[in-house]
Nanobody
Framework: QVLLVESGGGLVQAGDSLRLSCAAS????????MGWFRQAPGMEREFVAA????????SYADSMKGRFIISRDNTKNTVDLQMYSPKPEDTAVYCC??????????????????WGQGAQVTVSS
């Protein structure tokens, strides 16, 4: 059984940095894509970033490029999302997700089979 557990959410001031982490267990990740999505109140789930586990190729939503960095740790089976200079509009529940067996990075939430429970990130102005 695949289990994804996020940590590191909380309250942060605009301009500060915040790091989210997702610990994965229950499945080999070598042929997978791990992604981060977010959902603000009243909004649809939105792609943030993703990383191909095998060669660390990454993809970002345009509004996150240059501000967020996704990385993975092969020894810990974790995927991190480093948020630099977050803005109040980045306030949302952030979820990590697993697209097992994927070669291409996909941005549709429906393509991902496994999800974490989510971590609230609140950015104050």
């Amino acid at each position: 059984q695949v289990l994804l557990v996020e940590s590191g959410g909380g309250l942060v001031q605009a301009g500060d940095s915040l790091r989210l982490s997702c610990a994965a267990s229950g499945r080999a990740l070598s042929a997978s894509v791990m992604g981060w999505f977010r959902q603000a109140p009243g909004m649809e789930r939105e792609f943030v970033a993703a990383i191909r586990w095998s060669n660390e190729i990454t993809s970002y939503a345009d509004s996150m490029k240059g501000r967020f960095i996704i990385s993975r740790d092969n020894t810990k089976n974790t995927v991190d999302l480093q948020m630099y200079s977050p803005k109040p509009e980045d306030t949302a529940v952030y979820c990590c997700a697993l697209d097992p067996g994927a070669f291409w990075i996909r941005r549709l939430a429906s393509e991902y089979d496994y999800w974490g429970q989510g971590a609230q990130v609140t950015v104050s102005s």
